[in-house]
């Protein structure tokens, strides 16, 4: 049986745990990124230097023994994208373009491609929780327009024997994540307060998203990427629950010993539209994978706190 499993953007946030967790189960993950090495979390692991956006370096992957392609590679911020539509445009398609059209000319249809869209592919004007099947949105973000170009791109290429299958993750939190999101944003604040002040700034945390902990995340893309025969194209990866900003603040409050500190909203700091509350469906990738998150908010919120 094959057992060696591409993983593209392996230097990035998920893309550390994923290589972690597929050799936990017994894989044999091979990293993909831009830069020249891998970061020292992956240097145990296989790893080859390749612009995934240029075609040329993608023909010369080594797809013997390969069982899947797990494409985490492309431009993840929202906020950035309004900036450069077209750059997304150009780098979110043409990575998972040049994955299948490399497959294909390898006449290697048998390889399974795990493309990774996103919860904000959806619009949040509708009934929740979001399903697979609920309406999405191209005009919420050049980012979700992006995302949806992608996975009409799969569609193209299962059409054309390719199996790719789209995971739409929702919001991802956990040990290892950068500034410019809401756990290390509030972490990095509460962390940077001078002596005698107890008060940071922050943007309209009453919203409430559907968090899930990196790894559960990590480990959804191994079953999805390893189960023996699925179902459907389309499988949402979420808790089915809503939290809200501030549970996360207090959450961190608690672990750092900070209950002093306080949340002071700054209309400065709101986004232009923020919707209450957006969370997700995930009963289809549960009943055909057995996947279900198991890691409880206060463990994602103290295990990030060690490791920052």
């Known amino acids: 049986m094959n057992k060696k499993i591409l993983v593209t953007g392996s230097n990035g946030f998920v893309g550390k745990h994923l290589m972690y967790e597929l050799a936990a189960q017994g894989w044999s993950p091979v990293g993909l990124s831009r830069e020249d090495e ?20 993608v023909s010369k992957i080594p797809l013997e023994g390969v ?60 009934d929740l929780p979001l399903t697979e099947s609920s309406t999405l949105d191209p005009d919420s973000s050049p980012y ?12 193209n ?9 789209v995971v739409r993750p929702f919001n991802h939190i956990g040990p290892g994540q950068n500034q410019g999101f809401l756990l290390p944003d509030l972490f990095a604040k509460i962390k940077a307060l001078p002596d005698r002040k107890t008060s940071i700034a922050v943007g309209n945390i009453t919203t409430q998203r559907d968090y899930t902990d ?7 893309y191994v079953a999805v990427a390893t ?42 700091l709101f986004r232009p539209s923020d919707s209450p509350i957006l969370y997700g469906d995930n009963s289809r990738i549960k009943q055909e994978t057995k996947w279900e998150p198991s890691i409880s908010l206060k463990q994602t919120v103290a295990d990030f706190a060690q490791s920052a």
């Not at 790893?47 to 370096?57: A, K, N, P, Q, V």
């Not at 194209?233 to 608690?254: A, H």
């Open 227 to 268: 189960e023996p025969k699925l179902k459907n194209n389309i499988y949402n990866v979420c808790t089915g629950r809503p939290v809200s900003g501030e549970t996360i603040f207090d959450t961190l409050k608690d672990v750092l010993g900070r209950s002093d500190t306080e949340a002071v909203q700054d209309e400065k």
């Open 214 to 220: 990196v790894r559960d995340v990590a480990k959804a």
């Open 144 to 155: 979700a327009k992006s995302k949806i170009a992608m996975e009409e791109s799969a569609q």
């Open 38 to 57: 891998p970061v020292p979390e992956n240097k145990q692991y296989p790893y080859m230097h390749c612009d995934l956006s240029d075609e040329g370096s």
């Open 157 to 165: 290429y299962t059409k054309k024997g390719v199996e790719c299958i």
């Open 67 to 126: 069982r899947a392609v797990i494409n985490l590679a492309g431009l993840a911020a929202v906020g950035p994208s309004f900036d450069n539509p077209d750059l997304y445009m150009k780098v979110n398609v043409e990575v998972l373009t040049n994955l299948a059209d490399h497959i294909i000319a390898s006449q290697r249809k048998n390889i399974r491609i795990i493309a990774v869209s996103s919860g904000a592919v959806y619009s949040s004007q509708q």
